[in-house]
């Protein structure tokens, strides 16, 4: 009984994350920011900035529900998901932002998914010191992305860098904690790989 009801509530949280029907624990950044006056191009632009932040959100649930999963203490899997219960309010804020902007999350978010997931547990069997590891260096990754996008933004477009700048502030703070857990440094290699992974999936999630 257990094991299904484990399997049941997995599913759920897969079919919330790819469909984007979440709520947020804590208030969004963005609710008391007046909405701006933008054309249909910076419209766009900043909905597809904000569909690659949807995906990343996705990517996020699912790299944590694996590592928490295969984590080797109680300590680790409880750092999973907490991680994984703040992502959960990126996921809903980036949503409803896409939702403002009269626009779309991502088609592909199951094979996002599906991927990630994919991902977490060969970061997870690597063992805790790599998967913490690997966490740092996702973390770093997207603090970078997530900095990038306030470059990128429309200057106007204040309810988004609202929602984008808490996003980067949560993700050092993940990085920081899985480093002081014992976080193991990734080889140049393998890091590599991660930024290749991630261009062809925010050049992708743009669009689609």
């Known amino acids: 009984m257990r094991n299904v009801d484990e399997l049941i ?3 759920d949280k897969v079919l919330r994350a ?3 029907v979440v709520t947020a624990s804590r208030p969004n950044p963005a609710a008391k920011v007046v909405e ?3 054309d249909d191009k910076e ?6 900035l904000m569909r690659v932040n949807h995906v990343g959100e996705v990517c996020a649930q699912a790299l944590y529900e694996s590592q928490g999963r295969a984590a080797g203490n109680a300590t680790l899997r409880q750092q999973f998901a907490q991680a994984g219960r703040e992502e959960e309010d990126h996921l809903a804020w980036t949503s409803q932002r896409l939702q403002e902007l009269g626009s779309h999350t991502s088609l592909l978010n199951p094979l996002w998914y599906a991927g990630a997931y994919a991902i977490g547990t060969v970061a997870a069997r690597m063992g805790d010191a790599n998967s913490l590891g690997f966490v740092v260096e996702t973390e770093r990754q997207v603090e970078a992305h ?6 990128r933004l429309p200057q ?8 984008v700048e808490q996003m980067r ?3 050092i703070a993940h990085g920081a904690s899985a480093q002081s857990l014992g976080a193991a440094e990734l080889p140049l290699p393998i890091r590599g790989v ?12 743009y669009y689609i």
């Open 9 to 11: 509530t997995g599913l």
């Open 18 to 20: 790819v469909s984007g």
């Open 36 to 38: 701006s006056t933008m």
């Open 43 to 48: 419209r766009r632009h900043s909905a597809g």
């Open 146 to 151: 997530l900095a990038s996008h306030l470059n």
């Open 156 to 163: 106007q477009d204040e309810k988004s860098r609202a929602i």
């Open 169 to 171: 502030v949560d993700e």
């Open 194 to 205: 991660m930024r290749a992974m991630a261009k062809v999936m925010t050049a992708t999630a």
